[in-house]
């Protein structure tokens, strides 16, 4: 659900990319093939999942866990849109959110686009194609969502787009949104600050000097009150902390953004490390920047940073010490070749931890309430009933 708002025409937008867009760089469209596909199956929320019951009022009911789902209410972390080859039509993508029981989600596209000649639909399948910073998948979203505006579910846009490694553009590309879009687009991300996994298709960590080049766009973030999420891996296996160094500039450059850590730093290249550690590292960070958040989606976290039961207790025990600063999600991404049940499973795996946790964090976590707050939404997460 968005607010209605009337759009210029998109002759204006694409003469204003083309002027705007880097060397090299073709035009981005916002015409896409999921525009004419056939209508998405009709899907009631979960039961017990409604908006109703996330709108404040004296009649707010209370969330019942012995009878409700523990499953998470907010998908922070969807993307709409693949990397490459045709998505999942938009509508049907919003019955997957429906029939899980997720009524607020951030509409991610992909900040890096494979060429359309290559044939490529997925990264790590097509090692050594480039993987190019575009804004067609923003473009196509925003165009989604206005023309689909659903009712059953609050969407929020975010701007995929950034080429952290070259910020100077960053500014111009977010006026070229405004122009059109103004006032649509409340999230930044996920942007790659270092993502080891892209490494085959051209991605480079971003240097250190880049870094205090942001404060141009940075500065429209803070105005705006815009959080930025940022993929920034700790490192590896054999070298875990090798480029912790990165995201620690980051947040001592920049303490009054609003900034979310992806995956709580971890990826495909670090899946051994220590719990404790991970946690105590993870811990520091957040005790001394007040503005941090981390994200806890994709299911490599779960399979291996909670997959024992002395692993899970201890991130519950991290959980539940800073309920106002965990962000859910899936990590999910909308290709033509996901159904309903692969969207369904991520959910599942995402959210196993969240009904372990106490009633405090469950309702700041796995209810939102931390979500709410830090986009100022009209919504607020149900008390947790209590036992008679």
């Not at 686009?113 to 804004?135: K, N, Q, R, W």
């Not at 993502?195 to 085959?200: D, E, I, T, V, Y």
């Not at 806890?296 to 024992?308: E, G, K, L, M, N």
Request: aromatic share 10%.
């Amino acid at each position: 659900m968005i607010v209605k708002q009337m759009v210029m025409g998109m002759a204006c937008l694409m003469a204003a990319s083309c002027a705007m867009m880097p060397a090299g760089e073709e035009a981005p469209t916002a015409t896409t093939p999921e525009a004419v596909a056939e209508p998405a199956p009709q899907s009631a929320p979960l039961p017990g999942r409604t908006l109703a019951m996330f709108t404040p009022g004296p009649d707010q009911a209370c969330y019942d866990r012995d009878t409700l789902p523990s499953t998470m209410v907010v998908d922070t972390h969807n993307h709409f849109r693949p990397f490459g080859g045709a998505a999942i039509p938009f509508e049907e993508t919003v019955s997957y959110l429906e029939r899980t029981g997720v009524l607020f989600a951030n509409v991610y596209g992909i900040g890096q686009s494979l060429p359309f000649s290559s044939g490529c639909e997925y990264y790590l399948d097509c090692v050594g194609t480039p993987a190019i910073p575009s804004m067609q998948n923003d473009l196509a979203n925003a165009a989604n969502l206005i023309d689909y505006d659903p009712e059953t579910v609050v969407l929020t846009l975010s701007m995929t787009f950034p080429d952290l490694a070259r910020p100077q553009q960053i500014p111009d590309q977010i006026a070229l949104l405004d122009r059109t879009y103004d006032g649509l687009f409340r999230w930044m991300g996920e942007v790659n600050l270092v993502k080891q996994a892209l490494m085959g298709n051209g991605h480079v960590a971003t240097p250190m000097e880049a870094i205090p080049e942001w404060a141009p766009f940075m500065a429209i973030l803070r105005e705006r009150n815009i959080p930025l999420a940022i993929h920034s891996d700790l490192g590896s296996d054999e070298t875990p902390w090798h480029y912790a160094g990165l995201m620690e500039e980051v947040l001592r450059t920049y303490p009054d953004n609003t900034i979310i850590w992806m995956h709580m730093g971890l990826s495909k290249e670090l899946t051994t490390l220590a719990a404790e550690e991970h946690i105590a590292k993870m811990q520091g960070f957040l005790d001394t920047y007040p503005n941090l958040y981390l994200d806890i989606s994709w299911r490599v976290v779960p399979d291996a940073y909670f997959d024992t039961s002395e692993k899970k207790a201890a991130y519950v025990a991290f959980f539940n010490a800073n309920p106002g600063r965990i962000l859910t999600g899936t990590d999910f991404v909308a290709s033509h070749v996901k159904t309903f049940e692969v969207y369904e499973e991520e959910v599942a795996v995402n959210s196993a931890i969240l009904a372990d946790l106490d009633d405090e964090a469950f309702r700041r976590i796995a209810l939102g309430e931390t979500y709410f707050r830090m986009l100022d939404l009209p919504y607020r997460a149900p008390d947790i009933c209590k036992a008679p």
